[in-house]
């Protein structure tokens, strides 16, 4: 590593920190964007066997270059802009809609020391950036000037607004007993406790204690997401595809890749956050990478799993489970964690 | 000019444009999004500050959840440019006395090493996080203005639900008291009208 600094150091002189910098970025820009892609392969490949069909098998052998095959058309076809389209806007919103999903990749640990930026509020940073995210779906719904894309719109802003705050609240809870805004610090602090000592590491991690806030990310981050069950933004028997109805190739492209990147997200976050990161489950195995890939994968499967297997919630029933379910069981467990706190059954200290 | 004051003057140059076009454009939903940059933008200057929490606060609250709910409104108004500008010499005399005292209240905070204020020390030692410290503060020395601004914040809460909230659903069940003292001529009346022809 210190040859490798040394040899950077001659070759770009003053200018090697920012070099060094994007060639992190790049390193972690380019295998999230290989991932969504075969996101995609696994989406299909799993929700066919789930309904006994094989899903794609044309394409490369098993289908495997299927998504690079999409990817290709989706290249090379033309963007159509609506005649009564706001211009400049609908081209910005597919941008805005992908950004935040590659920017909150900054703060996300893979192991404890390999992080692009280990800055001391990363859970805060994480919340800010993307709830920027539903700024690309409003503004591609405005601008198509297409009823069915306006009301997808609509209702994926309210949808996000709402769960928002129950998975604020979550997170809440996580940074109570970890004491810390810092990712790496919320690991670290699940590899310690009595379970922990007895080399089962995994009953340890933030997801017993807090299993009802467990619960409520996994479902708020589902509908964050808005993906199947609550995909009412885009539900195709109602509002034909909701908010991206008028985009084409490209444009329309950078909105599913920032879904699928969102997707991967959550699937971290929920790692980082409840299931232990990078720490082995049990403690003759090491820690590492593989890990954290192992659990997100799980949360992926999760995802695709629940997409195939339950109907899509109806809206006034979407709105009472965030508002009138998750949110007072946020506000108990809340005080729960409080009291058990400052009691003298502290398991987090 | 090193790094640090490129970045502020690059930030504050994106901030004055966005706060002009908010004023300035005409169609509402441009300058909802003027303003949602300017948020970033300001939250950018604050970290730039080493404030970080506030930073990361100000783009959370405003630009992540009040500016949506603000673009959800504009978007769906049908706002006429020219009726809104009708009365603007009217108001212009009273808009900028209020501009004029802002003017002065920002010139007495920024020029306080002139009017001999004892400035505070900002810079505060790395590893010191500054959520910890407001949060510290927040519920000790401020305890009572926190308790009582989130006092506020829930009276206009429920405020905006007692304004909103129209009584429960009326229940459309049937009351087979009521039922079963129906008389027909209370539902049904015959009429005797000669026959039309056209």
Redesign the interface.
Known sequence: MDALMNVGQGIFGGAWPAVWTLLKIVLIVAPLMLGVAYLTYFERKVIGYMQVRIGPNRVGPLGLIQPIADGLKLLLKEIVVPSGA?KG?FIIAPMLAIAPALAAWAVIPFTDSLVLAN???SL??I???T??G??GI??SG?ASNSKYA?LGA?RS??Q??SY?VAMGFSLICVLMVSNS?NLVDIVNGQGEGRFAEFGLGFLSWNWLPLLPMFVVYLISGTAELNRAPFDLAEGESEIVAGFHVEYSGMAFALFFLAEYANMILVSALTSIMFLGGWLSPVGFLPDGIVWLLAKMSFVLFLFLWFRATFPRFRYDQLMRLGWKVFVPICLIWLLVVGVWMMSPLNIWK | MDFQTFVFFFLAAILIFASLRVITARNPVHAVLHLILAFFTCGGIWALLQAEFLAIAIILVYAGAVMVLFLFVVMMLDINIDRIRQGFWNYLPLGAVLGLLMVLEMGLVLGSKYFQVPAADALVPAGVSNTKEIGALMFSEYVYPFELASLVLLVGMIAAIVLTYRGPKKSKNTNPNQQVFVKAKDRIRVLQMPVEKD
Request: net charge negative; no cysteine.
């Open positions: 706001n806007i800055i001391d509020a805060l940073y919340m800010a950036i709830s920027m539903v700024y409003i503004l405005w306006f609509m802003a309210a996000m607004v928002e805004l």
